[in-house]
């Protein structure tokens, strides 16, 4: 694992979205495994930045998103679809028809089956992941299986919480309490991770992911057995390292 502390958010995305440019570039046809959350934006800004000033194509690239809410359609203002559209995909040149995001919505046991399938045949060669406070990933919250595929999962009341104050306007009764996600194992079989962690709030989770015993309590902590894991982190999300 590779761990990277930088000064600032801005530092920590602009080497983030190197990671990512670096394999769109060398592979046009690469396929990348995309994150929400608040995290990630700042990354999305660097590539669609990076898109208008260096062209870099993204036609044939093949992306697949983590998770979704459950029961929230691609139209909803706090779905993850959504999220993709505004943050990044509306800016790329990216084929419609090759950007996944799980369906929260119909045959929910189908939509997962399907993903799973879709997930085997297209290795992504990179994982982008934040990490929820409790050390989840994706939504694969503490207690999931190390074995565990695409899935529909119950959120826990931190996760709730934590996700109510940065996009539900704190409002904890209009954040959905089921959700749709890769599991560990998807996250796993990508080539390479880059997993993502700013801010106070984040101190337990990267001193687990790090330096914790790896077990399903902490799911972030099956990272350790990747052998192509990069961590980006700021001081303050690194505070309880090493001490
Ligand atoms: C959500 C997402 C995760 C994300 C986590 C952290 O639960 N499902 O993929 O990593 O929140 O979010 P944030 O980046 O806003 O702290």
Redesign the pocket.
């Known amino acids: 694992m590779k761990l990277i502390i930088c000064d600032s958010y801005e530092e920590g995305c602009l080497e983030g979205a190197k990671i990512i440019l670096d394999v769109v570039k060398s592979n046009p046809k690469a396929v990348l495994g995309l994150?929400?959350?608040?995290?990630?934006i700042g990354v999305y800004k660097e590539m669609v930045k990076d898109f208008k000033d260096n062209h870099t194509s993204y036609k044939d690239v093949i992306s697949y998103n983590?998770?979704e809410y459950f029961g929230l359609e691609g139209t909803h203002p706090q779905s993850?679809r959504y999220f993709m559209e505004q943050h990044l995909f509306q800016y790329l040149d990216i084929d419609p028809a090759n950007v996944h995001v799980p369906l929260g919505h119909g045959d929910i046991e189908k939509n997962a089956d399907d993903y799973n399938a879709m997930l085997d045949k297209d290795v992504r060669d990179i994982q982008l992941?934040?990490?929820?406070?409790n050390g989840?990933?994706?939504?694969n919250e503490p207690g999931e299986s190390f074995d565990s595929i695409t899935h529909v999962v119950d959120?826990k009341e931190s996760?709730i919480q934590?996700?109510a104050k940065?996009?539900f306007d704190g409002d904890i009764d209009a954040v959905p309490k089921k959700?749709i996600?890769m599991g560990i194992k998807n996250i796993m079989d990508a080539k390479k991770i880059l997993l993502m962690?700013f801010?106070i709030?984040?101190r337990y989770a990267i001193k687990e992911l790090v330096e914790g015993t790896m077990r399903e309590e902490v799911p972030a902590t099956i990272l350790q057995k990747h052998d192509d894991v990069i961590v980006i982190v700021d001081k303050e999300a690194a505070i309880d390292l090493l001490k």
């Open positions: 994150a929400t959350g608040s995290t990630p983590l998770d993850y992941l934040g990490i929820g406070s989840h990933i994706g939504f959120l996760t934590d996700n940065l996009f959700a996600t962690a801010g709030n984040k």
